[in-house]
């Protein structure tokens, strides 16, 4: 399996995860001109924007690890834009991260949730 059918994988598997923990996914793939977001969903009445990180190990560090401040500021640039295209004004909204962690098989190993990651 190559680094984008995995990242796929991931991102469907962050899916399920996020579903099963209650949170109703409203977007997936959000789109732009300035970008993506992987997922888009709602917590409890909070607006999560949540970027997938997945690998198969460690020898580099987690994968929550690679989110940087340049992927952050261009998520939360994103964010906005989404929020002014939907016209949505006054809702709580937060930056998560999920990391994934694969074997050699592509199972999961370890699933990570960092609500308000940044």
Known sequence: MDRCSLGQLGEEMAANYLTQKGFKIKE??????LGEIDIIAEDQGTLAFIEVRSRRGTHFGLPQE???????????KIAKHY??????WN?????????????????????ELICDAF
């Open 28 to 33: 997936r793939n959000y789109r732009c001109l």
């Open 83 to 88: 929020l002014k295209v939907n016209s949505i």
């Open 66 to 76: 690679t989110v940087n401040w340049a992927k952050q500021h261009k998520i939360k």
């Open 91 to 111: 809702k709580n909204c937060r930056f998560d991260v999920i990391g994934i962690l694969f074997d050699e098989k592509s199972e999961i190993k370890s699933i």
